[in-house]
């Protein structure tokens, strides 16, 4: 199957856990998916672990290359340089990273980032070849004041800078309510967002109708199947439920 036309099935593993913790759950989800084979091959698999851990799994990724890409949870919006404390694009790209998640609503919200910081980003990490998996979506304040389309626009809009196409950018729609909540965004409110974002990106880009967009938000092996067979629903941002190797698979084989 075409890489475009798989469901992108991705698991932000954010600041969690040991190093020794990050090789098991690596290993287990590699086992997983093998054992699982046609169950989960219209699946691209993505794991995007903490920065510090990255360099210590692609030792083992990279002897059963293919099963699973990695990526990181957020770049630098500077080239290589004088930026303590920053990981670049760039650093990235050369461990072997394929994708960056940008613009997740904890770094929206918890470390204030706004769309100039994530524009600069994108950049940076398209520049450098990695794949973006760029974060949207309102709070719960602007979903219930009904701006929720309009901040979703917004924050698309933003990235609309010259490179950008469907082969390296990937949108996440996060409602920000629905991340480690357990409530999941309804069926209905996912179908209507996603083809709204849909339509957007058919303003803004060429070949819109290949890029994948993606739900995340308290995606679960129960809900899987209701949520990843949406129209326009290219696969799942899986936080949570992607620490436990098996759920993070079974949300791939309930997609198929
Ligand atoms: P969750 O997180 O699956 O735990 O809700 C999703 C995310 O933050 O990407």
Not at 41 to 52: K, T, V
Not at 68 to 76: E, L, S, T
Request: glycine fraction near 8%; aromatic fraction near 4%; charged fraction near 25%.
């Amino acid at each position: 199957m075409d890489r475009i036309m798989k469901k992108l099935i991705a698991g932000n593993w954010k600041m969690n856990g040991s190093l020794q913790d990050a090789c098991e759950l690596c290993i287990a989800v590699m086992d997983k998916i093998e054992k699982n084979g046609a169950a989960v091959s219209d699946c691209e698999f993505l794991i995007c672990p903490p920065a510090l851990h990255i360099g210590s799994l692609l030792n083992y990724l990279k002897d059963r290359p293919d099963i699973v890409k990695v990526g990181a949870q957020d770049c630098a919006a500077y080239d290589n340089g004088a930026y303590t404390g920053e990981i670049s694009a760039a650093m990235f790209a050369d461990i072997g990273c394929e994708y960056v998640i940008i613009g997740h609503s904890e770094r929206r919200h918890i470390i204030g980032e706004g769309d100039e910081i994530i524009v600069k980003k994108v950049k940076k990490a398209i520049e450098n070849g990695l794949r973006v998996i760029l974060c949207v979506g309102e709070t719960q304040g602007e979903r219930d004041k009904g701006s929720a389309k309009e901040i979703v626009a917004k924050q698309l809009e933003a990235v609309k800078i010259d490179g950008i196409n469907s082969e390296n950018l990937v949108i996440a729609y996060e409602p920000v309510w629905a991340i480690g909540t357990g409530n999941a965004a309804t069926v209905d409110d996912v179908k209507k967002m996603h083809a709204f974002i849909r339509a957007k990106l058919k303003e803004m880009l060429a070949d819109s109708d290949n890029l994948r967009i993606l739900y995340g938000g308290s995606v679960k092996v129960d809900n899987a199947a209701q949520l990843l067979n949406i129209e326009n629903v290219n696969g799942a941002l899986i936080g949570g439920a992607s620490l436990d190797a098996k759920s993070f698979v079974d949300i791939a084989k309930a997609a198929n």
